[in-house]
């Protein structure tokens, strides 16, 4: 999502800078809030037309900064950093059914060190990159973490032309 490309939407509101305004796109989205140029700049929200709504700082036309909250139609939701239009930096996701992901975020998916915290308490440290889990530490119900840990890195095997992927 990139508010400084119009993308075939239109301003419904073109306020002063700095004044509050409305931007609505093709799609149906629609982002209220600060203006600066024709841009999401500075405080708003973003209401998309899947049901999606983010909240926080926006720069040049893109969610941009800290402490930035996007709400999902399951129930799931996102706090944290925002980099030019992507979740990016320190992030949580919070799951309806209780489970938690904190750690590190590179363009709008886990990339770095992590943890999911279930329900019961117990906690699952990791690696993940571009989204997938590639290491993990998995404590005991007491929250005792092994002296261990299971490293799942997928090999790339091609055989006459053929993909095989291994799981080690």
Known sequence: MLWGKKKGGKLVDKSEDG?????????????????????????????????????????????????????????RKYVGEYRHGRRHGWGEMFFPEGKKFEGEWRNDQPHGE?????PDGTRERGKWIRGNKMEQNTPDKTGNEPNHS???????????????????
Request: proline share 4%; charged share 10%; net charge negative.
């Open 114 to 118: 992590g943890m999911i915290i279930h």
């Open 150 to 168: 299971t490293y799942l890195f997928p090999i790339l095997i091609v055989l006459a032309g053929v993909f095989i992927y291994l799981i080690l």
């Open 19 to 75: 004044a509050k305004g409305t931007i609505t796109l093709a799609d149906g989205s629609e982002y209220t809030g600060d203006l600066q140029g024709g841009l999401a700049h500075g405080e708003g929200t973003v209401t998309f037309a899947d049901g999606r709504r983010l909240s926080g700082t926006f720069e040049g036309g893109n969610p941009h900064g800290q402490n930035l909250v996007l709400t999902f139609p399951d129930g």
